[in-house]
């Protein structure tokens, strides 16, 4: 029998939670997308169970857009009214306006990535070269 080793917080008889521990969980993730849907999830998942934003993951995806930040920057109020209206999702106000405002945090904080990516190239090749 091979059964895979999982930590303890793993709900076993949850399927979706299985499947994201076996092979989400610690796994690094370097597209942008994916970071960003995360970045949304954990927003929306503060201060209740992963296992719960996992039940609403899809819905999620659907209220917003695929999580494309360039469409989910664009969103009004109007759109902002409709999510909070969307019983499928987590309608907490504050939770809503941060998914919303993600999209130039988003992007800053990879212009600061990068930023740092050139600072360490740099500084090694100073390093190297003495």
């Known amino acids: ?6 930590c303890a917080w ?3 008889k ?11 969980w610690g796994v690094p993730v ?9 970045l949304i ?5 503060a201060g209740l169970s992963w296992e719960t934003v ?14 494309d930040p360039e469409k989910i920057a664009k969103y009004g109020e109007s759109k902002k009214a409709k999510l909070l209206q969307n019983e499928s999702i987590i309608r907490n106000r504050l939770k809503i306006k941060s998914a919303i405002q993600n999209p130039s945090i988003f992007k800053n904080s990879k212009r600061i990535w990068q930023f740092r990516q050139i600072y360490l190239r740099l500084c090694r ?6």
């Open 1 to 6: 029998m091979n059964r895979k080793k999982r």
């Open 10 to 12: 793993v709900n076993l």
């Open 14 to 24: 949850n399927e979706l939670y299985r499947q994201y521990h076996d092979n989400e």
């Open 30 to 38: 370097h597209n942008d997308k994916k970071l960003f849907e995360m």
């Open 41 to 45: 999830l954990e927003g929306a998942q």
């Open 54 to 67: 996992l039940e609403k993951r899809e819905n999620y995806r659907k209220a917003f857009d695929d999580f």
């Open 125 to 130: 090749k100073r390093t190297s070269s003495k």
